[in-house]
């Protein structure tokens, strides 16, 4: 069966400081990836998402990045955390071929960042 | 800017009863349809999803699609407090789903 990982849980940044976060999926090839912010009280905001490796969509133009280094796993950084960058983030895989069905996403467990 | 509209709630319904969670979407090539739960503080699970007109019931859960009306609805039948979270509508555009705010629903004993 298939499994997303995301770490860390909880972090806790000053602002200005940079931001790593990671999510890996088992038990599947060529999955597509996404990332989504919801901020607190708000609806799931998405920022980017891969079809492959290497191959990035931006959706919001934003001080975030994300990288795909490797066909199942998924970075979000930032080199400068402003205030607003708090939130919870989240991964969420999909499968298929070429973009195919299923088109079911399914989500990690969430990192918790605040921005101080 | 495609767009989900849900009516935010708070949904009250006693237990035993019967919810139902609505949700408009303005894309009309959207050909596949989801719901998710979230409870507070955790990630979104997905609990149903639809891709043609009707009906497709998945024990307590019945989901209706009317792709004409553009309008997707989420029935929970016997509503328990267990069910008391946010429940995401998200219909499919290409590689993305657009997910609408989300209503929260409250079941009360």
């Known amino acids: 069966s298939q499994t997303i990982h995301q770490w860390p849980a909880t972090l806790v940044q000053p602002v200005g400081s940079p931001l790593s976060l990671e999510c890996t999926v088992e038990g599947t090839s060529n999955p597509n990836l996404y990332w989504y912010r919801q901020a607190a009280g708000r609806g799931l905001q998405l920022l980017f998402y891969s079809v492959g490796i290497g191959q990035i969509s931006s959706e919001v133009p934003q001080n975030l990045s994300a990288s795909r280094p490797q066909d199942r796993q998924f970075i979000l950084s930032s080199k400068k955390l402003l205030l607003s960058d708090s939130g919870f983030y989240l991964c969420?895989?999909?499968?298929?071929?070429?973009?195919?069905?299923?088109?079911?996403?399914?989500f990690g467990p969430g990192t918790r960042l605040t921005v101080t | 800017q495609k767009e989900v509209e849900q009516n935010s709630g708070p949904l009250s319904v006693p237990e035993g009863a019967i919810a139902s969670l609505n949700c408009t979407y303005s894309?009309?090539?959207?050909?596949?349809f989801f719901w998710y739960r979230q409870y507070s503080g955790k990630s979104p699970e997905l609990i149903m999803s639809?891709?043609?007109?009707g009906d497709k019931e998945d024990g307590r859960f019945t989901a209706q699609l009317n792709k004409a009306s553009q309008y997707v609805s989420l029935l929970i039948r016997d509503s328990q407090p267990s069910d008391s979270a946010t429940y995401l509508c998200?219909?499919?555009?290409?590689?993305?789903?657009?997910f609408g705010t989300g209503t929260r629903l409250q079941v009360f004993p």
């Open positions: 998200a219909p499919r555009e290409t590689d993305k789903l657009i």
């Open positions: 894309d009309r090539g959207s050909q596949s």
């Open positions: 639809i891709y043609s007109n």
């Open positions: 969420a895989w999909s499968g298929g071929l070429a973009g195919g069905p299923p088109y079911e996403q399914y």
